[in-house]
């Protein structure tokens, strides 16, 4: 059974950091895309920042500067350094990813979560 487990969330002061990280298990083929999505209470999901599978990177306009998304392919896992962190940065933070798993077939896999919470 293929799953995303996300680590590393936690509570911090604004102007703090933290890293999360999302390890994929089960048999996986391959990953093509992974991406960090988050959503704050009241509001919806929004794209935090993706990686594909060559390294290519991009991000949300509230986090360029600030956050860097980098895998390690070898232990099919994503990363999501955040630094200078704002109160506005609070939310659950979920792993995405394209994989093919055992079937042979692309689909779209999401973590369970892990809450960011930011104080001033």
């Known amino acids: 059974q293929v799953q995303l487990v996300e680590s590393g969330g936690g509570s911090v002061q604004a102007g703090g950091s933290l890293r999360l990280s999302c390890a994929a298990s089960g048999t996986i083929f391959s990953i093509k895309n992974m991406a960090w999505h988050r959503q704050a209470p009241g509001k919806q999901r929004e794209l935090v920042a993706v990686?594909?599978?060559?390294?290519?990177?991009n991000y949300a306009d509230s986090v360029k500067g600030r956050f860097t998304i980098s895998r390690d392919n070898a232990k099919n896992t994503v990363y999501l350094q955040m630094n200078s962190l704002k109160p506005e940065d609070t939310a659950v933070y979920f792993c995405?990813?394209?994989?093919?798993?055992?079937?042979?077939?692309?689909?779209?896999?999401w973590g369970q979560g892990t809450q960011v919470t930011v104080s001033s």
């Open positions: 990686i594909t599978s060559v390294g290519s990177t």
């Open positions: 995405n990813a394209d994989m093919m798993d055992s079937t042979w077939r692309l689909k779209n896999y």
